[in-house]
């Protein structure tokens, strides 16, 4: 979006505040300056050079979440996640502002394919070893700055497998371009594995290409357009010329940069979000999943909601399993605080938003909470382990594929 569209959707905003009961960070702070309709005056203003570059201005536009819940509210249909995106850019280029120590760190262990497999093979050492424990109880990351950092990793599973296509189980339905990002080769391989059992499953082929790389979301929301182009550069040559049905991932986060990758492959093949996908896929008659008398919680993300629309899957697809009881959280309406590197950037709005969650938890005390973003999951796990619940964390991906016969 160049200076005058921007200027142009912005001034489609008719100030009628619907917005602002739905925008997390009014919610906390009450300020104009840190709600939907505020922050439009303020990019519009900035656009139009009305409006000096100060530090004020800029924590507005940096507290955002990009959660994109004004956006699914917005009468007038205004594209927040457009004018944010594109302001951002402009900040990013004009500024140069630092996201932290631990937010850069993030950042490059996000973009480099083979040193992110090797650090996740030192932490499953380190893990395995009990010294992470250690390290992150004694104090020893704080002045480093990476105690936070630290506070989030998850219980690393086994390695992805090298092998590149796995093919399908049963009557073949079709190929599959399997996208993973940077958290599904790394500190998520579970989700992948699940997600390569339930795909082969039902009838696909799954195709893992070895070059494929993050999907640039985190850069994008930075404001690094730049990162994010060549990020999809890379993602799209991994893809192509293979011959598949539907190129899938799985973090809900990754939709928005992923999408405008389509077409993909050497068929313009589509790219969806796993649930999506197959929540319209035929599943095999005979394909009987196994009961599960448990409760359990669920968590859309807003990627899954508001950028996707697609926060009816993890329910419809759960309700396959026999004896399930499905418990969406209250406000699921409403942001975690992950967003991103948001959480490590801004870690006490983000911990505010995720206490509700917590709160919400203590309560239904579900014995699983399903999220389909890492990135949410993540989080909110971290809250779960500090406040001494008992409760485990996964994607809805992982709890059908451990219920497949
Ligand atoms: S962004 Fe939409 S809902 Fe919010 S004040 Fe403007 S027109 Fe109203
Ligand atoms: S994207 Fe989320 S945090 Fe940002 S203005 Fe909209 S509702 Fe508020």
Same mark, same amino acid.
């Given at each position: 979006?160049?200076?005058?569209?921007?200027?142009?959707?912005?001034?489609?905003?008719?100030?009628?505040?619907?917005?602002?009961?739905?925008?997390?960070?009014?919610?906390?702070?009450?300020?104009?300056?840190?709600?939907?309709?505020?922050?439009?005056?303020?990019?519009?203003?900035?656009?139009?050079?009305?409006?000096?570059?100060?530090?004020?201005?800029?924590?507005?536009?940096?507290?955002?979440?990009?959660?994109?819940?004004?956006?699914?509210?917005?009468?007038?249909?205004?594209?927040?996640?457009?004018?944010?995106?594109?302001?951002?850019?402009?900040?990013?280029?004009?500024?140069?502002?630092?996201?932290?120590?631990?937010?850069?760190?993030?950042?490059?262990?996000?973009?480099?394919?083979?040193?992110?497999?090797?650090?996740?093979?030192?932490?499953?050492?380190?893990?395995?070893?009990?010294?992470?424990?250690?390290?992150?109880?004694?104090?020893?990351?704080?002045?480093?700055?990476?105690?936070?950092?630290?506070?989030?990793?998850?219980?690393?599973?086994?390695?992805?497998?090298?092998?590149?296509?796995?093919?399908?189980?049963?009557?073949?339905?079709?190929?599959?371009?399997?996208?993973?990002?940077?958290?599904?080769?790394?500190?998520?391989?579970?989700?992948?594995?699940? =997600?390569?059992?339930?795909?082969?499953?039902?009838?696909?082929?799954?195709? *893992? +290409?070895?070059? &494929? @790389? %993050? /999907? !640039? $979301?985190?850069?994008?929301?930075?404001?690094?357009?730049?990162?994010?182009?060549?990020?999809?550069?890379?993602?799209?040559?991994?893809?192509?010329?293979?011959?598949?049905?539907?190129?899938?991932?799985?973090?809900?986060?990754?939709?928005?940069?992923?999408?405008?990758?389509?077409?993909?492959?050497?068929?313009?093949?589509?790219?969806?979000?796993?649930?999506?996908?197959?929540?319209?896929?035929?599943?095999?008659?005979?394909?009987?999943?196994?009961?599960?008398?448990?409760?359990?919680?669920?968590?859309?993300?807003?990627?899954?909601?508001?950028?996707?629309?697609?926060?009816?899957?993890?329910? =419809?697809?759960?309700?396959?399993?026999?004896?399930?009881?499905?418990?969406? *959280? +209250?406000?699921? &309406? @409403? %942001? /975690? !605080? $992950?967003?991103?590197?948001?959480?490590?950037?801004?870690?006490?709005?983000?911990?505010?938003?995720?206490?509700?969650?917590?709160?919400?938890?203590?309560?239904?005390?579900?014995?699983?909470?399903?999220?389909?973003?890492?990135?949410?999951?993540?989080?909110?796990?971290?809250?779960?382990?500090?406040?001494?619940?008992?409760?485990?964390?996964?994607?809805?991906?992982?709890?059908?594929?451990?219920?497949?016969?």
């Amino acid at each position: 979006m160049n200076i005058d569209s921007l200027i142009k959707e912005a001034d489609r905003c008719v100030k009628c505040g619907l917005c602002l009961p739905h925008c997390p960070t009014y919610q906390q702070r009450q300020d104009e300056g840190d709600s939907p309709r505020g922050r439009i005056a303020l990019m519009q203003g900035l656009a139009q050079k009305k409006l000096p570059l100060n530090e004020n201005l800029f924590n507005h536009l940096d507290r955002c979440l990009v959660c994109r819940a004004c956006e699914a509210m917005c009468p007038s249909e205004v594209k927040y996640g457009e004018l944010i995106e594109a302001t951002r850019a402009t900040l990013f280029n004009e500024t140069a502002a630092p996201s932290g120590r631990a937010a850069d760190m993030m950042q490059r262990f996000v973009t480099a394919p083979t040193h992110r497999r090797n650090l996740s093979r030192l932490l499953r050492i380190y893990q395995r070893s009990g010294l992470g424990w250690l390290t992150r109880h004694s104090g020893l990351l704080r002045p480093l700055g990476l105690q936070r950092l630290a506070g989030v990793l998850p219980k690393l599973s086994s390695a992805l497998p090298t092998q590149r296509y796995h093919p399908p189980i049963g009557e073949q339905k079709g190929e599959i371009g399997l996208f993973v990002g940077c958290m599904g080769d790394s500190l998520d391989t579970t989700t992948t594995h699940a =997600a390569i059992k339930l795909l082969t499953h039902l009838g696909y082929g799954v195709h *893992l +290409p070895a070059k &494929q @790389n %993050c /999907c !640039g $979301a985190l850069h994008q929301h930075r404001g690094d357009l730049k990162q994010a182009d060549r990020l999809a550069k890379e993602n799209r040559d991994a893809f192509d010329g293979l011959n598949i049905d539907a190129l899938i991932y799985c973090a809900s986060g990754c939709g928005s940069t992923l999408q405008k990758l389509e077409p993909m492959g050497c068929n313009d093949a589509p790219v969806m979000e796993i649930g999506q996908f197959l929540a319209q896929a035929k599943w095999p008659e005979a394909l009987t999943l196994r009961p599960l008398s448990k409760q359990i919680a669920i968590h859309l993300p807003c990627s899954l909601t508001h950028v996707l629309k697609q926060g009816h899957t993890p329910e =419809a697809l759960l309700s396959k399993i026999p004896g399930i009881t499905l418990l969406p *959280l +209250p406000d699921n &309406q @409403n %942001c /975690c !605080g $992950a967003a991103g590197d948001y959480m490590i950037r801004h870690p006490e709005i983000a911990d505010e938003l995720r206490d509700s969650k917590l709160r919400q938890l203590d309560t239904m005390r579900p014995a699983i909470l399903v999220s389909s973003n890492i990135g949410c999951a993540l989080h909110i796990a971290a809250g779960i382990r500090n406040a001494g619940l008992k409760i485990e964390v996964i994607h809805p991906i992982t709890l059908l594929a451990r219920q497949l016969p």
